[in-house]
């Protein structure tokens, strides 16, 4: 069997939201549970949002929860580098656009954002949902070239079909199936030459043999799409397992950018490390025995991705449950028992 390889990938952007470390938790459980490699990747190239002190504070994050990872930044490896602004550097991912390109899973665009615009306002005049049609889809290689050549300024596009579907397996919503036609080819490579989000987590995968991505599912209607990437360069696609959002209340995720909970937060409030992951662990999850107190270690054995349930972890109705709970010295998980604890929390 193939060994499993997973990855936490986070951007250093200030602190570790509880969501973030979920699926910190969740990546390190699946490699972990099967023997596997827990690889930590930077994902550093959204300059504008950087904190400085950010990547410290990630790793003690993980080190203070007893996630500690195999191969990454600050202890190395054998699939280097593992800070994405150090491998855009090497050019690796202009280099895979332009392959993919020629491998006709992706086109160069001209368009101007004004081109994008018209479209966009002749959609809402209709009333039909936006979906850019791109005239440059047909260009030749060679119009193309030449254009860049005369030093236009460019985006990579991918290519979608416009017809048949695609689908996939997730480990916890089922089968996934999609109409090629609702995709829209997204930016892969922008004007700046910078890789989308999603462009550079497909080839930092590829390229570090990950086996199986934890994410949120809001990237479940997005996958199909950069599966097609991976089948036109004949590439294995890794397993997935999408988790439900960590939700504030009944219609609010919790979100890093509105301040919410943190695991800094948390600690400050007097809540042990294991205590947070073990909550953590629960939230969207739940196991089939009456047990509520896990270990990392029992973790790793009872957790399986099938079991994950399809339900939204909600922070606030199992805020109490974690408030009752305050030292179970034979697992070392408990909170410091504080007065400002449960009254703030
Ligand atoms: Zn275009």
């Not at 951007?11 to 596997?36: C, F, Q, W």
Request: hydrophobic share 30%; glycine share 8%; net charge negative.
């Amino acid at each position: 069997m193939e060994k499993v390889r997973t990855r936490f990938a986070p951007s250093p952007t200030g602190y570790m939201h509880i969501g973030n470390l979920r699926t910190a938790l969740y990546e390190y459980l699946v490699a972990k549970k099967d023997d596997g490699t827990f690889i930590l990747r930077i994902e550093d190239t959204d300059q504008e949002r950087l904190v400085e002190g950010a990547v410290d504070l990630i790793y003690s994050t993980l080190k203070e929860c007893g996630l500690e990872h195999d191969e990454g930044p600050d202890i190395g490896g054998d699939y280097g580098s593992y800070v994405q602004s150090e491998r855009m550097a090497s050019g690796i991912y202009k280099e895979y656009a332009e392959k993919l390109i020629e491998l006709g899973g992706a086109h160069y665009c001209f368009c101007s954002e004004d081109d994008i615009h018209h479209q966009k306002e002749e959609a809402e005049a209709k009333g039909v949902s936006f979906k850019y049609n791109d005239p440059c889809h047909n260009m030749t290689l060679e119009e193309a070239r030449q254009r860049i050549a005369n030093g236009e300024k460019y985006v990579v596009r991918q290519n979608i079909p416009l017809t048949g579907t695609t689908s996939f397996e997730d480990e916890v919503y089922g089968h996934i199936e999609v109409e090629n036609s609702i995709l829209d080819e997204s930016i892969l490579l922008k004007s700046d030459g910078f890789p989308t989000y999603n462009f550079a987590n497909i080839i930092d995968d590829h390229m570090m043999n990950i086996t199986h991505v934890v994410r949120g599912n809001e990237y479940l209607s997005s996958t199909p799409k950069y599966n097609l990437v991976y089948q036109t360069f004949g590439w294995n696609i890794p397993k997935y397992i999408h988790l439900p959002p960590v939700m504030k209340d009944e219609h609010h995720k919790l979100s890093k950018r509105n301040g919410d909970a943190s695991f800094q937060d948390l600690v400050a409030k007097g809540y042990l490390p294991a205590a947070i992951l073990n909550y953590i662990a629960l939230l969207g999850w739940s196991p089939e025995t009456e047990q509520e107190i896990y270990s990392l270690d029992e973790l790793k054995k009872s957790l399986l991705c099938g079991a994950h349930q399809q339900v939204a972890g909600d922070l606030r109705y199992r805020k109490t449950d974690m408030d009752e709970r305050h030292v179970y010295p034979q697992y070392g998980i408990g909170t410091v028992p504080s007065a400002g604890a449960a009254a703030s929390a």
